[in-house]
């Protein structure tokens, strides 16, 4: 029996969505390219984080299959294209996985389907990259025969307020009728939703949500490195000026960004704009702040090793927390890997301490990984709290025998520097 909904992509939008569909009531199948990922699921092995084991075991149990033949597609009502949109070894946009997905679904489109993209892109990806190539691929009209949606997705991992059902949902679609059958399909499972007035808005306002971060983030990390150079006390700052109920949004300094959006999302729009003749002058100069604070954490710990061995060459130094997010296991993007990187490089030897990562390599090595937070503090010359995992809050780091470089503001102690 042919699915009613099929999701491609099981990743970490895909995957929640596909939940949400299922807990509806709708019968879904999920389509993904990789084979890993398939035979995890259909036994019942999440890979996503926010999705655990005894969900995917309960979407199995009312029918969700994942596969990774695309002749699922034949016959569905909905498709869902849920593709991750990275770079290029070169900073581009790449669109490959969104444009094999569009030629797998023009196979196997019908009249009266409903595709939505779901996948960040910069304005104009659905209706002339993804339009083109189901119309070519299908013979049938977007408009007319199918109907083509755009609608970003909001996932934020590790959230436990805001999830797909409770966080407004932008909809559009390349006609109004286009857009009213997308409305119709997520409101089974989406409390409210936003109609754009076309695709292109959709577009645009989910890479205005992610760059107005990357800059906001780049601002208060450049008044980070200005707060040291002069000896103010950022975080007090900080603390101050959240005080405020209006006018101002609070962001916090770090080691840098990571994820898949925040790093990525606004090179999406810089590299439309300068196609189409516009400078995002903004997006540079917060592109050159944030790049430089993997390295300011770098010489601010070579700087503490210095202090406390003499010199940073076998200097032990212990990384705490190394995903781009607290609690969460994505590694994706993390800074945590460049900063191990610098520190390599100087001839200290790094260990780490993450309890959502069982791995974590750079440049192909491996680096030893702490099981036991005290011990291994006990050891280090410098631990470095990169990331502010709930399981660090009640840990009196700044209290160790080590020194401690604070990257998150968390930590009291004399032997604490924070960044």
């Known amino acids: 029996m042919a699915a009613e909904l099929v999701v491609m992509g099981l990743g970490h939008v895909g ?3 596909s939940r949400a569909a299922v807990s509806a009531g709708l019968a879904t199948a999920g389509y993904d390219v990789s084979e890993t990922v398939v035979k995890g699921l ?11 084991d005894a969900e995917v075991a309960a979407m199995l149990d009312v029918g969700f299959r994942a596969t990774d033949d695309p002749a699922v597609l034949e016959g569905a009502q909905t498709v869902v294209i849920c593709v991750p949109t990275g770079l290029t070894e070169g900073g581009l946009p790449d ?55 755009f609608s970003p997705q909001r996932i934020d991992p590790g959230n436990t307020t805001w999830n797909i059902h409770n966080t407004p949902k932008i909809v559009s679609g390349c006609t109004a009728l286009c857009a009213k059958h997308a409305v119709a399909f997520y409101s089974r499972f989406v409390d409210q939703l936003v109609v754009a007035r076309g695709t292109r808005e959709a577009e645009m306002a989910k890479l205005l949500e992610n760059t107005y971060r990357y800059v906001n983030i780049a601002l208060v990390d450049e008044v980070a490195l200005f707060c040291h150079q002069t000896g103010i006390d950022i975080w007090d700052v900080l603390h101050c000026a959240a005080s405020k109920p209006f006018g101002f949004a609070p962001f916090s300094p770090g080691p840098g960004i990571g994820g898949h959006c925040i790093p990525v999302d606004p090179r999406y729009l810089a590299t439309r704009a300068e196609s189409q003749g516009f400078a995002f002058r903004t997006l540079a100069a917060a592109q050159d702040v944030l790049s430089r604070m993997p390295d300011h954490v ?84 410098v631990a470095v709290l990169l990331q502010d995992h709930a399981c660090y809050a009640g840990q009196a780091l700044g209290q160790a025998r080590c020194a401690l470089l604070d990257t998150r503001g968390k930590a009291v102690g004399s032997r604490v520097t924070l960044l």
């Open 42 to 52: 259909s036994n019942g092995r999440s890979h996503v984080g926010g999705v655990c």
């Open 298 to 381: 770098v010489n601010r710990a070579l700087t503490l090793l210095t202090e406390a061995h003499g010199r940073p060459e076998g200097a032990r130094v212990l990384l705490l927390g190394v995903t781009y997010k607290p609690d969460v296991a994505d590694i994706r993007e993390t800074p945590a890997r460049r900063i191990a990187a610098g520190l390599l490089a100087a001839g200290a030897d790094v260990r780490y301490h993450d309890p959502y990562v069982a791995e974590f390599t750079v440049g192909g090595r491996t680096l030893p990984r702490a099981e036991n937070l005290q011990d291994a503090m006990a050891h280090a010359d």
């Open 95 to 149: 669109l490959s996985a969104v444009e094999a997905a569009a030629e797998a679904v023009a196979a196997w489109l019908h009249p009266g389907m409903l595709v939505v993209l779901e996948s960040t892109s910069y304005p104009g990806t659905t209706e002339d990259v993804v339009r083109p190539l189901l119309e070519r691929g299908s013979g049938l009209r977007a408009g007319e025969d199918f109907h083509l949606a």
């Open 15 to 17: 995957l929640p969505l």
